[in-house]
C-alpha cells in the first residue's frame, strides 16, 4: 500500500536517524518521525512524499518507549533547540557513535570500526556559551491553541527560537535550558521591556519594527558576558535606556553591544555595529591561552568540551618540535594557538576579518610568537603561492564549517598529501563526504566522535590522517 500525504498510521519506532528523527518501516517504506525514541508506538499523519521514504508527524504516543524520559523543559516538543531532550543522555551518545558509525561506512566507504568510543559531555544541560534568540511580530502556537475551536491571535510580540522550519514564526520562550539561567532572564527582560516601551519586533514580511535579535555570550573560565542587540536600525534613542535598564538590573553584564542589520538577510550579524557599553568583547580561556571574543566572532559553544575536543586534535596531530603546521579554517585562533608550543611555525587562514583581527590579538596576549593569520577564502587563498611564501607544512588541521570543505580544498589537500591531516568537523556526513577523496592518498587512521551539543543530534568528529606511502 502507497503511503499518501495526509494519511493516518500507527507506527513502531525502530532506529534513530541522523538529525535526530525516529525511523519506521511501512510496508517496506522507511518513515522518518520527528520526537519519538526508538521503541515507541505512535500514531502518525504522513507529511511529507518522497520517492524512497515518507516524513511524518505524531499525532500521538500510544506506547512509550522504555527508554523515553520526561524532558526538562516544557518547549522540548515543539521547540527546534533540543530535539533530544526525551532521550536520556547515555542513550543519545549511543546513538551519536553509531551515527558517525554509518556515515563513515555508508559515505566514505571506511572500515566503521576506525570509529573510536564517543567522548561524552560532563553537563548534559547549561553547557552553551552562547545563545541567538529572535524576536518577531508573529508566534508559534501550541498544539493546543491550533486544535482549539476558537479564533487565536498570533500577531504580536515574540521572543525566543524560530519554530522548526519556519523563519517568519517565534516560539515565545518561557524558559531555556542550553545556557546558564542568566540566559533565559535576560530574555525576559528584553522581552517586557520592549513591551512596556512599544519597542516593536523585526516584522520579516514587511520589512518593518526594530527588534531582530539577542544574542547573549557568557564565559566559562570568567565573569564576563555579553549582551548584544541585533537592530533593523541605528536609533541611540532606543537602545540606550535598555542599555541602561539592563545594566541596573544585571550588573552582571560586562560589556553590552548594538549590532545594526538593516539589510533583508536574516542572520544575526550586523552590517556594523556600536560599542554601548564595556570593551565589546569578552574572554575565555582554552587551555594554557585566553581568548578575546567579538560579538561576531566564532568561538567553540561549549567551552569545557572544547577543551577535549582540542586535546584529541593535538593528539592525533603528534607534533615534532621544529614542524610547520596549518591551520584552515582557523576562527579566532583557539586551535593554532593551543598547538603553537609544539611546533616551530603554525599558520591560520580564515575567511571573517574580525577573526582573523582577534586571532593576532590573541596571539599577543598569550606571548605566542610563532603563528602568523592569513585573510582570505580557503578556496582562493589555500593555493601554490600561498605555498610558496609559507613553505610545505608537516601537519595540517582543518575545521570547516558544516558544509564541509570545498572541492578545491579538497584537491589541494588530497594533491599536497602531507605527513599529517587532522580533520575537525561538526558535521559527519560532510566529513565523510571529503574523506571519502582524500582517502585515495591518505589512511583515515581514526575517528573520534567528542559530543559538544547535548539534547541535539548534532556531533563533532576528529579524524586522523596520515600520508600513504608508494611502495
Known sequence: MSLKKGQVINLEIESTAFKGKGIAK??????????????????????????????????????????????????????????????????????????????????????????????GCDRS?????????????????????????????DSGFAAGLHAPGRYDKIL???????????????????????KEHSIPAFDTHE??????????????????????????????DIIQPLANALQENFPEITTIINNINDQPNPTAVGRYENVIYGPGYIVDNIGQHSFKID????????????????????????????????????????????????????????LVDVAIKNAKFNARENSVENTEFVLGDMKDTFNEPFLEKYGRPDCIITDPPRSGMHPDVVQQLSDLAVDTLVYVSCNPSTMARDLKELKNNYHIEQVQPVDMFPQTYHIETVARCTEKVST
Open 125 to 153: 544541560l547549561y553547557y552553551r556559551n552562547k545563545m541567538e534568540y529572535s524576536f518577531g511580530t508573529r508566534r508559534w502556537l501550541s498544539d493546543e491553541e491550533i486544535q482549539a475551536d476558537k479564533f487565536v491571535d
Open 295 to 350: 560579538a561576531n566572532a566564532f568561538f567553540q559553544t561549549n567551552t569545557r568540551q572544547a577543551e577535549k575536543l582540542y586535546s584529541v586534535a593535538k593528539e592525533y596531530a603528534d607534533l615534532k618540535s621544529g614542524s610547520k603546521l596549518f591551520d584552515l579554517y582557523c576562527g579566532v585562533g583557539t586551535l593554532t594557538l593551543f598547538m603553537a608550543d609544539s611546533v616551530e611555525k603554525a599558520v591560520g587562514i580564515e
Open 207 to 236: 520589512k518593518t519594527g526594530f527588534m531582530r535579535h539577542l544574542v547573549i555570550r557568557t564565559s566559562h573560565h570568567t565573569d564576563d558576558l555579553m549582551v548584544n542587540f541585533v537592530t533593523y536600525k541605528d536609533d541611540a
Open 26 to 119: 511501512h510496508d517496506g517504506i522507511a518513515v522518518f518521525v520527528p520526537g519519538t525514541a526508538p521503541g515507541d508506538t505512535v500514531e502518525a499523519r504522513i507529511v511529507r512524499k518522497k520517492k524512497k521514504f515518507r516524513e511524518a508527524k505524531v499525532l500521538e504516543i500510544l506506547d512509550p518507549s522504555p527508554i523515553r524520559i520526561t524532558p526538562t523543559c516544557s518547549h522540548a516538543s515543539t521547540c527546534g533547540g533540543c530535539t533530544w531532550q526525551h532521550i536520556p543522555y547515555e542513550k543519545q551518545l549511543e546513538f551519536k557513535e553509531q551515527h558517525v558509525r554509518d556515515h563513515m561506512e555508508r559515505i566514505a566507504g571506511l572500515d566503521p570500526d576506525i570509529v573510536q568510543t564517543i567522548i
Open 172 to 194: 515565545n520562550l518561557r524558559e531555556c535550558h542550553l545556557q546558564d539561567p542568566i540566559s533565559y532572564r535576560l530574555l525576559d527582560f528584553v522581552r517586557n521591556y520592549c
